[in-house]
């Protein structure tokens, strides 16, 4: 009986502590699709969310850069396309593994949590080309 209860009270203080923070993400991820990077992120919670910020920066360059403000909509599962992930990049390739860093802001009422994700997979130099080249004609 005393597990019972300690299991209760366990699952009382992580629901208060999610209401607290009034986001619960579950997921953010940044995935290379041959010249575009998708970024996903899985909400529990939105409770208190005014908005999310997501920012890129390149591991040559020394701030984030905002891409989009999105208003929270009720969905689990958000999804942004960086189809502009090549402009302007062309030397942030290096050494130094992949090439960028995303950051997603969530604003809420209270404070605001920060999360990052780095693409896994440094796309080839064909790909980089390729994505250089369709970005100049966007």
Known sequence: MLQKASVSLF???LLGVSLAFGATVTLFQANY????VHVVREVANESGVQNYDLYRKANNEPTFTKLITISPS???RYQ???AA???GSANSFGSLGSPFTYRLM???TTDDQSYNSTP???PSAIQRSWGSIKSMFR
């Not at 699709?33 to 575009?36: A, E, F, G, V, Y």
């Open 11 to 13: 699952l009382l203080v």
């Open 33 to 36: 699709d041959n010249s575009t």
């Open 74 to 76: 009720g969905q689990s």
């Open 80 to 82: 942004y396309v960086d």
């Open 85 to 87: 992930v090549y402009r």
């Open 106 to 108: 969530v604003r809420t």
């Open 120 to 122: 896994g997979q440094t």
